[in-house]
């Protein structure tokens, strides 16, 4: 069973280069989540999807867009990247039911923008 | 937004220790959540907490729902070394589909 799957695992683009980070969850469920994770920052939310078809921002959502595929896909693009885009940036689902905030995450996409 | 503050921010401990770590926040919570991040990987739920008052164990790990609601607190006991990582605490409010997490405790134990 592979969770939370996510691609790539590492990127290195250019300031104003664009890429789009992949990410699917095989365990069914309903809520798919986007965080960016930085030194001392803990984790933030860029975007969620509580369900198919919908989208909703989160605390960061400046600079990026998403995508909700399917109920298992859910993909964040960087249209333009900036150095401040530097980040480690997770995938997580959640779905059982009541129990939204028991989140499973991928391991992580590591971007740099130079 | 909330902001939730964990304490401390980094601990180095000998193995066989105890460890405690907690979470505050300004405001209340109706879900408590640990999370522990081993280096290279994405986060993993150890306890989660839906009641205030609510004490919950997971093998050598401990965590307890504060009574107002604001904070939460989290135990390891008789540390081993596959303890080492980051913990984080989280919380979410009924009808939000949205974790706050604190800014995480490092757990370091020392030979």
């Known amino acids: 069973n592979a969770g939370v799957t996510q691609t790539p695992k590492f990127q290195v683009l250019k300031t104003g280069q664009s890429m789009t980070l992949q990410c699917a969850q095989d365990m069914n469920h309903n809520s798919m989540y986007w965080y960016r994770q930085d030194p001392g920052m803990g984790l933030r939310l860029i975007y969620y999807?509580?369900?198919?078809?919908?989208?909703d921002k989160g605390e960061v959502p400046n600079g990026y867009n998403v995508s909700r595929l399917n109920k298992r896909e859910f993909s964040l693009r960087l249209e333009s990247a900036a150095p401040s885009q530097t980040s480690v940036y997770f995938c997580?689902?959640?779905?059982?039911?009541?129990?939204?905030?028991?989140?499973?995450f991928g391991e992580g996409s590591r971007l740099t923008v130079l | 937004g909330q902001q939730l503050n964990q304490s401390p921010q980094s601990m180095f401990i000998q193995e066989g220790e105890d460890v405690s770590m907690n979470c505050t926040s300004s405001?209340?919570?109706?879900?408590w959540l640990w999370y522990k991040q081993d280096p290279g990987e994405g986060p993993v739920l150890l306890i989660a907490?839906?009641?205030?008052?609510e004490l919950t164990s997971n093998g050598r790990l401990t965590a307890q729902f504060g009574i107002t609601r604001k904070d939460s607190f989290l135990n390891i006991s008789a540390s081993i070394p596959s303890d080492v990582g980051i913990y984080f605490c989280?919380?979410?409010?009924?009808?939000?589909?949205?974790?706050?997490f604190g800014t995480g405790t490092r757990l370091t134990i020392i030979p």
């Open positions: 907490l839906y009641k205030a008052g």
């Open positions: 989280a919380g979410r409010n009924f009808g939000n589909e949205k974790l706050t």
């Open positions: 405001s209340i919570f109706n879900t």
């Open positions: 997580a689902s959640s779905g059982r039911q009541g129990r939204t905030g028991e989140l499973f």
């Open positions: 999807s509580a369900s198919e078809g919908t989208t």
